[in-house]
């Protein structure tokens, strides 16, 4: 039993309680339904069914009893094989006949014409057909009958058709109502379709941000989080259900480092494509953990769509390294003083210390610098220092550049410089500074999905041009 012969049972059933004085007049409405009631029940259905292969099978089953007709036929494109899927099926007496038939009819078969013609195709008597063949109706003694492709949007998705075994004549409203059903069949056909597509590129994007080690959250318009990836998950200690309807800011900054979000998110409201920034993220169990962050816009925005991609690397370590090679060093300047007085057990313990920060650096197992970095991806200028002759205005060029700390600076290239010594101007008059810097590292890294240079330069003084 159909989805549909269900829906004309509990009419049945309904009608039979209201009125039970009419018993076989009942029986005789519902046996063939009318049409206007045809079209709300499969617009229910519609609703109902899941699979896109059942619907246009009930379609078909409620288009030929409707219609009192012996048969339905349904072809649904293939357009990946260039073929068509054709289910027959009988109805009444003849349902016997119903069977399914998988076959490449794309070249003389009644429907596959109605899809070429892409209009409704009616048919007088199958047998003496001038424009197709279709053995498998005629197989099934079908001789005339209507047909109607089933489309959207200047898309075709099938057809589906009603056939007698005895040469009765469709009248025009026969027509009508095959072709209202095809109408209806396919909006809905391409709401299911683009509500599979919406779905697997909602489970595409879970798994792709599932699967990288970043810490990812998506966020709205104003800033709520909409979801979040495993490395987030993992990191934070909140599952996504207890994060919904909460900021990002809310859920996971501290205060005093609210701001430098908003900053961030200010610059990509401004137009530029990435924001980057350093803040502690908050976890479930009260832990801080350094994150350097980079924020990027999608394509489209929306009071209730995404707006914004948080990305984030955990660079705790890095940073507690930094923290303890300051106080390091600040011992040793203590140290080597005159006025040190350090005894031999301090002496020893430091010259450890020093041996062990030496060792991680030399094994690259973190990223051991003077003084912490700051993102700073900004446009600047700088002109090559070549035989100890200060460059000229016109000399400098502008370089985007990466990070920034108190003793140096580094910026992107595409080509190595054919310098060691150069000049870099920060500010804007009258406020510019001129610094001479010395290129210490050139490192190969991909910046923004391209193969780039990291030159790490060294502050060396600060210069004065004429």
Sequence with gaps: MTLIDDHLAIERDVFRMLNPEEPAINAERHRTTT?????????????????????????????????????????????????????????????????????????????AYTLSKGRPVVV???????????ASLLEQRARSGVVCPVSYANEQYSAIGVFAVDGRRFSKADVLFVQSIALL?????????AKQALADQTRFLASTIDSLESVILLLKNDGEIF??????????????????????????????????????????????PLARCETYLLTKRGERRRISWTFSKLAYESAS?????????????????????????????????????????????????????????????????????RAYPYIQ????????????????????????????????TKEAPDFVNLVVTFGAPPAQMFLQ??????????????????VGCAYVQKVELQ
């Excluded at 810097?437 to 391209?450: K, L, M, N, S, W």
């Design 305 to 373: 769509k995404l707006s914004t991609i948080a990305s984030g690397i955990d660079i705790t370590e890095q940073h507690n390294a930094l923290a303890k090679l300051d106080e390091l060093e600040t011992t040793i300047r203590n140290y080597e003083s005159p006025s040190s007085k350090l005894d031999q057990s301090t002496a020893n313990s430091l010259a450890r210390r020093v041996a062990e920060t030496q060792a991680a650096l030399d094994a690259g197992k973190v990223d051991l610098r003077s003084h912490m970095r």
């Design 381 to 412: 200028a700088i002109a090559p220092y070549r035989g100890g002759n200060l460059p000229k205005f016109a000399d400098f060029h502008e370089v985007r550049c990466r990070d920034i700390s108190p003793r140096g600076f580094s910026f992107v």
């Design 185 to 193: 069949l396919g909006p809905t056909i391409a709401h299911h379709r």
């Design 227 to 272: 979801r979040i990836n495993r490395a987030c998950r993992e990191l934070g200690g909140f599952s996504l259900e207890e994060l919904q309807q909460r900021s990002f800011w809310g859920a996971f900054l501290l205060p005093e480092e609210v701001r430098l979000v908003h900053a961030a998110m200010d610059r990509l409201r401004g137009g530029e």
């Design 124 to 134: 007088g008597d199958l047998e003496d057909e001038p424009r197709f063949h279709d």
């Design 437 to 454: 810097a010395r290129i210490i590292h050139v490192t190969p890294i991909v910046h923004e999905g391209r193969d780039m240079l990291n």
């Design 35 to 111: 049409r206007e009631a045809a079209l709300a029940m499969l617009s229910r259905c519609a609703q109902e069914v899941e699979s896109l292969a059942q619907l246009q099978f009930e379609a078909g089953t409620l288009a030929a009893s409707t219609l009192a007709a012996d048969m339905y036929c349904v072809g649904v494109l293939d357009t990946a094989a260039d073929s068509i899927d054709v289910s027959i099926g009988g109805v009444g007496e003849t349902d016997q006949l119903r069977e399914e038939i998988i076959a490449n009819v794309a070249d003389d078969s009644a429907l």
